[in-house]
């Protein structure tokens, strides 16, 4: 009896298995590619009251051996109009002969005027839809339309949206830009103590010598520089090296170079030979690491916002006429290293203390970990307290190599 029993169980075991197999076979959501228009980037701006949505999409390739021509490889641009997100992304099928699949999108632009205007009624469709993914760039357009940039390359990739995507990559070989994703800006937006800094774009108009004696004009794009946000809504920009200054005091360097006078001291002219000096020589630091600390002090009731940050970095290029052996001239070379960032971040923390009221520097982070019962008291009016704070930098230089030469190439020879 226990026999028969075993082998029912046995039986039907089996068929609720075989049975999982036939459900469960095949992709039931599954997607085809040719049913699909793969969306690789796109722009948000605003014309009469509606959203105006401009989608890059991608032209697959055929395949190989294939005898078809056309646009292989390159890009359709589609736009879409609507009174919420949602519906300018669907109206695209208006006119568009494929659904825009946002699940590989990588960059978002925003015009200024879209994000002068906030970006809190948009984000919810960002969030919400499956399809969209929440490490997308996003960059503002500053001045114009955010339209007027998709279908621009200045580099290597065909695709705008993969151009801008390795532009975006080379934040770590230059900290005069920012990297912000959808995650970072709502992680700040709904954070008191710290407000939210956006990348920034716009065109780059170059002339190149193509043949001798003939000019030709070519448009890129940049993203030097960065978008101050207040409360989800825009208020103003910072330029190259304010964004280098921004980055330092959010411990934010990943790399980059530091340009500066030549100390022009008695112990630095010393080395030097005045025979060659044109008196404009520079110095550049290539930054291998870097480590900023903040913190916030009471002084009788006064609140003093605190940085310092220690460099550890190369001598990438000498101008100048000085013997980097000499450790005296090393050493004056650290510190005027050392002054040039401090300017730098004095620069530009005075700036949106001044013009922007805002602190996106995250202080008010600091001040919470201090004294969380003071916070909760002042929290509502930290952005007025921050924009009259005083601010004390500190600034630590070490180079630790100086490359293949110790003699500068320009020493006249003989001296």
Not at 133 to 150: D, M, N, S
Not at 326 to 333: F, I, Q, R
Request: net charge positive.
């Amino acid at each position: 009896m226990g026999r028969n029993e075993n082998m029912k169980k046995k039986i039907i075991l089996t068929i609720l298995i075989a049975i999982q197999m036939i459900l469960l076979t095949g992709c039931w959501s599954s997607k085809e590619i040719n049913e699909l228009g793969i969306v690789t980037m796109i722009t948000l701006d605003i014309e009469d009251g509606e959203i105006v949505i401009t989608a890059e999409v991608i032209v697959p390739k055929p395949p190989m051996g294939s005898t078809e021509s056309g646009n292989s490889g390159s890009a359709k641009y589609v736009q879409g109009k609507g009174k919420t997100l949602f519906e300018a992304v669907r109206n695209t099928t208006l006119q568009f002969d494929r659904r825009l699949y946002l699940a590989h999108n990588q960059i978002f632009i925003l015009s200024e005027e879209f994000a002068r205007e906030g970006l809190e009624e948009y984000t919810d469709f960002i969030l919400r839809d499956h399809e969209l993914r929440e490490t997308t760039q996003l960059l503002v357009a500053k001045g114009g339309k955010a339209y007027e940039l998709i279908g621009i390359s200045g580099g290597i990739e065909e695709l705008s949206g993969a151009y801008i995507e390795n532009l975006v990559k080379n934040i770590k070989f230059n900290s005069k830009a920012v990297s912000a994703t959808l995650t970072d800006y709502m992680r700040n937006y709904y954070d008191v103590e710290i407000q939210p800094v956006l990348g920034k774009i716009e065109r780059k108009e170059m002339t190149v010598e193509k043949i001798k004696g003939k000019k030709e004009k070519t448009t890129g794009l940049t993203i030097e520089g960065a978008s101050v946000f207040n409360r989800g809504k825009l208020v103003g920009f910072l330029d190259g090296d304010e964004t280098r200054g921004y980055n330092f005091v959010r411990n934010k360097i990943q790399g980059g170079v530091i340009e500066f006078p030549t100390p022009q001291t008695s112990k630095a002219r010393s080395a030097i030979n005045s025979q060659n000096s044109k008196g404009n020589e520079n110095t550049v630091v290539e930054i291998t690491r870097s480590k900023t600390k903040n913190y916030i002090e009471i002084q009788d009731g006064k609140i003093v916002l605190k940085t310092q940050v220690k460099i550890i970095g190369m001598l990438g290029e000498e101008t100048g006429n000085i013997d980097t052996s000499n450790a005296e001239v090393l050493k004056l070379l650290e510190k005027s290293c050392s002054n040039q960032v401090k300017r730098q971040i004095e620069k530009v923390i005075k700036k949106v203390q001044d013009e922007y009221s805002t602190d996106i520097f995250g202080y008010g982070k600091q001040y919470h970990r201090k004294d969380s019962k003071g916070w909760n008291k002042i929290r509502n009016n930290w952005d007025d307290i921050f924009a009259h704070a005083e601010v004390l930098i500190d600034v630590n230089t070490e180079i630790v190599r100086t490359g293949l030469v110790n003699k500068p190439s320009s020493k006249v020879k003989g001296k």
